[in-house]
């Protein structure tokens, strides 16, 4: 693998820098704060093309893959992780389901606003009694032949940019029938926003993110065309598992993104706080955690880096993901933690970086796969599954 960037790649690395440092930096401490939808940042992400890096032009894209979306996702995180999740869920779950599994009509109806940022899609995995273990799913969905309709009823929570103003659809994953012997067969089904029967709840109270949208949605008695079905009936969990494969990829850049800017904040502080008489960066305690910060988000770029050239190239990347995700988000929370510790009382006041960083970290290590089943895949991908 080389790890250098093409003009093309360095390129793209340089617009999204300045437009995370020149757009969102001035603005999103603001809208943290106030547990509010940065829109017109997401409406300027659109129009700079980064919701459709990694679609082909036809679709509307800009013709790119993993490779470049999670460079620009790890550029966004290291001034804000609201920002970077919203184009990542928009990306990796709002409309990659619909590019590898949809039909040719699905893609040109859903596509094109999509990679536009015209609208945001979600994808609704978890229920409240169904996270790691999906296959535990409860909502349902049965086909009215007299209508040539799906019926959906059920609830999912913790649903990333399901509730936006600019949300266009959740693609929802439902048991359509049982095998002969129990065992659920789950589909994926795409729900346009304001179906008749969808609610959407008012936003979560988060630790952290709290600029991006995250709700609980619910679904009674829910109707919608019978071509709405995403892919092949019975195939939804194996569907999506491959999409969190993919996506985890998309969170470890972002992880790798929060994990250096927890170190830019860090060398910055460094060398304008004075005590004793002299910046705090000249002693070789703040020295030595500030190196350990840089080289373990060094490494995680590596890891990245690595699984998304994998995708990129056609070959098996599921380990390389799992350990990428694994990896950056224990850097994220490590880093996150000694920034914290660094800038000592002011690391514990939102007005500087560092504590937002903190409180966003902590998450990496649950959504799209916890730590704990990144090491189930790891070690079953190492022949040891049990």
């Known amino acids: 693998?080389?790890?250098?960037?093409?003009?093309?790649?360095?390129?793209?690395?340089?617009?999204?820098?300045?437009?995370?440092?020149?757009?969102?930096?001035?603005k999103i401490g603001d809208f943290y704060e106030r547990h509010e939808f940065p829109y017109e940042i997401v409406r300027e992400m659109g129009r700079m093309g980064l919701f459709g890096l990694p679609f082909p032009e036809e679709y509307?894209?800009?013709?790119?893959?993993?490779?470049?979306?999670?460079?620009?996702?790890?550029?966004?995180?290291r001034v804000d992780s609201s920002v970077a999740i919203t184009l990542e869920a928009g990306v990796s779950l709002g409309a990659m389901p619909i590019y590898r599994f949809g039909t040719e009509a699905?893609?040109?109806e859903w596509l094109p606003r999509l990679?536009?940022?015209e609208i945001l899609g979600a994808f609704g995995l978890t229920e409240p009694d169904a996270g790691s273990d999906a296959g535990g799913t409860r909502t349902t969905a049965r086909l009215d032949t007299s209508t040539n309709e799906w019926v959906i009823n059920g609830t999912k929570c913790f649903i990333t940019n399901s509730g936006t103003e600019i949300t266009g659809l959740v693609t929802v994953t439902a048991v359509t029938d049982r095998t002969e012997d129990g065992?659920?067969?789950?589909?994926?089904?795409?729900?346009?926003?304001?179906?008749?029967?969808?609610?959407v709840a008012a936003p979560y109270s988060k630790v952290g993110w709290n600029a991006s949208d995250t709700r609980e949605l619910s679904f009674a008695d829910v109707r919608v065309p019978a071509e709405n079905l995403l892919g092949e009936e019975g195939r939804g969990y194996a569907q999506f598992l491959r999409i969190l494969d993919e996506g985890r990829i998309a969170i470890a850049a972002l992880a790798t993104g929060l994990a250096q800017g927890c170190v830019d904040e860090s060398v910055k502080y460094a060398k304008e706080r004075h005590a004793f008489g002299r910046p705090i960066g000249a002693n070789q305690a703040v020295q030595f955690k500030i190196a350990d910060m840089e080289m373990k988000a060094h490494t995680a770029r590596l890891a990245w880096r690595d699984a998304a050239s994998r995708l990129v190239s056609g070959e098996p990347f599921k380990k390389e993901a799992a350990l990428a995700k694994l990896h950056s988000s224990t850097v994220a929370?490590?880093?996150?933690?000694?920034a914290t510790q660094i800038h000592g009382g002011y690391g514990f006041m939102n007005e500087y970086p560092v504590a937002r960083m903190w409180r966003d970290s902590k998450i990496l290590e649950i959504g799209e796969g916890t730590s704990e089943v990144q090491r189930m895949l790891i070690a079953r991908e190492l022949g040891l599954a049990g």
């Open 106 to 108: 699905q893609k040109q």
């Open 1 to 26: 693998m080389d790890h250098h960037l093409s003009p093309e790649l360095e390129e793209l690395r340089r617009t999204v820098e300045e437009f995370a440092h020149d757009v969102v930096a001035p």
């Open 60 to 77: 509307g894209g800009m013709g790119g893959d993993y490779l470049a979306l999670g460079i620009a996702l790890e550029e966004l995180a």
């Open 115 to 117: 990679c536009s940022g």
């Open 333 to 338: 929370v490590d880093n996150a933690r000694d």
């Open 183 to 199: 065992r659920p067969k789950i589909s994926s089904i795409i729900i346009p926003s304001g179906t008749p029967g969808f609610t």
